[in-house]
């Protein structure tokens, strides 16, 4: 297993979110992203776990609507 296997690219999450990259990336630099964002420099990594927990809470809500 690779040391950044749970981080995924920014705009990797961005894409699983329904996210414009360019949309992505001005929530990252506000600190609006939906879920939490590690900044490395000029790059943005998004933890798979936050990411994860996001997208099931949001398929629960659109299950229960």
Request: proline share 5%; with cysteine.
């Amino acid at each position: 297993m690779s040391p950044n296997s749970h981080r995924r690219q920014h705009h990797d999450a961005a894409r699983a979110l329904g996210l414009s990259r360019t949309c992505a990336y001005d929530l990252a630099k506000r600190n609006k992203f939906p879920c939490r964002v590690i900044r490395i420099g000029t790059v943005y990594r998004v933890p798979t776990a936050g990411l994860l927990n996001l997208l099931e809470a949001n398929q629960v809500r659109s299950q229960i609507s």
